[in-house]
Structures are given as structure tokens and as C-alpha cells.
């Protein structure tokens, strides 16, 4: 049973309009992570929440907002899409900090901008 | 602040043949370290963890190895299959952060 869900797995978009990806959880983890990541290329940490505590990372740009409601939910949120923005973005989660923190990862989101 | 490298970027092997894939980290001072799979287009599926007390984990036909001294884990993957055909991505969470650092990733290519 998937315990991090993704929706949709692939978005079309278009230049400029606002694009908001989805995330749920079932496993009640305080932690949930965004990530983008181009072809071939690492996976890129946006932002976190470490419950509503929200984290930003330096480099991630202003066109990037991320919403987090419930224990079970977050979003991305893009604001004016760029060609530059098209990647695969990832959502995962994780337990509180500690050795035994393991991650958890979504299907992803294929975003494509037209 | 943490760096992961992953040697080779690609590789491409008959079927049958054992693998030994690199990871590298800059801070040796890490929580864990986890090994992912991903195939074309997909999301990341976790194929072993290993905490930073621990030097080895195994999972069937994958056993990876951690070296924390020297910054190191390799990922064996004995007897390959096509079905095996992925990139594998290495991830360290270390220092004060439980966030997971990412390396490129070993795009693994195993033709029958």
C-alpha cells in the first residue's frame, strides 16, 4: 500500500500559469520534504516541514511556495512556471530526527512547461 | 555542508555479472545512510538503510557496506538481472540535520 502519494504523476502547464503539486502521507511522520530533481541530475531539498515549522533552503526561489494544512498534507505551490521549472518533483517523509530517521519517497510529479 | 559523490555515473554489464557500485561523503559524521532505487520517470523506492553504528546491511541480492571513517558505502548487487536496470542513488543524512543529501546517482544498465 503506497504510504506517500503524489498527485497527478505527470502535469502540463503552461509559462506563467500557477501550478500547485499534491502530497499525502498515511505513516504520521512530522517531517515531509520537497525535492526537485532534473534529468540526471541529484535530487535538489527545496524546502521542509519539520511539523508547521516551516524551512526554506537559501537557493530556492521566491517562484516556489509550499503549503502544509494537516499532518497529511502538503503542497507546492509555483507560482509563474519557467521552462527552467520542468523536472520531476519529489515528495518524501520522515520520523524525527535520530539514527533512525529513514526517509520515505512519493512516485513523483513529472512537471512539464509549455 | 555535506557533498555525496557516486562512482561511475553509468555502467552497463551482461547478465549474471556481481556489481559494486561507490559512494562517497565529505562529513563523516553522519545519522544514516540510504541507498535508493529509482527507474525512468518514477520516484525513489528505498532499498536498504544503514544506521551509522552498523557496517553493513543485506537485502537478498544487495548488501551494502558503510566506512564512516573514510566516508564511505558500496552496494553490492550480486548475480544482476535486466530487471535490475536503474539508477541507484545514495543519500546521507549527517551532521545536524536529518535531511537527506543526494548524490547523482549510477545509472546501471544490465543487458541479457
Known amino acids: 500500500d503506497a504510504m506517500v502519494i503524489q498527485n497527478p504523476r505527470y502535469q502540463v502547464t503552461q509559462f506563467g500559469k500557477p501550478v500547485t503539486l499534491s502530497c499525502s502521507q498515511t505513516l504520521n511522520h512530522n517531517v515531509m520534504y520537497w525535492y526537485q530533481q532534473k534529468s540526471s541530475q541529484a535530487p535538489k531539498l527545496l524546502f521542509h516541514?519539520?511539523?508547521?515549522?516551516?524551512?526554506n533552503e537559501a537557493d530556492t526561489p521566491d517562484n516556489f511556495q509550499s503549503r502544509r494544512p494537516n499532518t497529511s498534507f502538503c503542497f507546492l505551490d509555483i507560482r509563474s512556471p519557467g521552462l527552467g521549472d520542468a523536472a520531476m518533483y519529489l515528495c518524501?517523509?520522515?520520523?524525527?530526527?535520530?539514527?533512525?530517521?529513514?526517509?520515505?519517497f512519493g512516485q513523483g510529479t513529472r512537471l512539464t512547461v509549455v | 555542508k555535506q557533498e555525496v559523490t557516486q562512482i561511475p555515473a553509468a555502467l552497463s554489464v551482461p547478465e549474471g555479472e556481481n556489481l559494486v557500485l561507490n559512494c562517497s561523503f565529505t562529513d563523516s559524521a553522519i545519522y544514516n545512510l540510504q541507498w535508493f532505487r529509482q527507474d525512468p520517470g518514477k520516484g525513489l523506492t528505498s532499498l536498504l538503510l544503514i544506521q551509522s553504528s552498523q557496517r553493513e546491511q543485506t537485502s537478498g541480492r544487495l548488501n551494502a557496506s558503510l566506512d564512516k571513517s573514510s566516508g564511505r558505502s558500496t552496494l553490492y548487487i550480486a548475480a544482476s538481472q535486466p530487471g535490475d536496470s536503474a539508477t541507484y542513488l545514495c543519500a546521507v543524512s549527517s551532521g545536524g540535520s536529518y535531511i537527506p543529501t543526494f548524490g547523482r546517482g549510477t545509472s546501471l544498465i544490465v543487458h541479457p
Open positions: 518524501a517523509t520522515s520520523t524525527p530526527r535520530g539514527i533512525n530517521t529513514e526517509a520515505f
Open positions: 516541514y519539520y511539523d508547521k515549522d516551516f524551512n
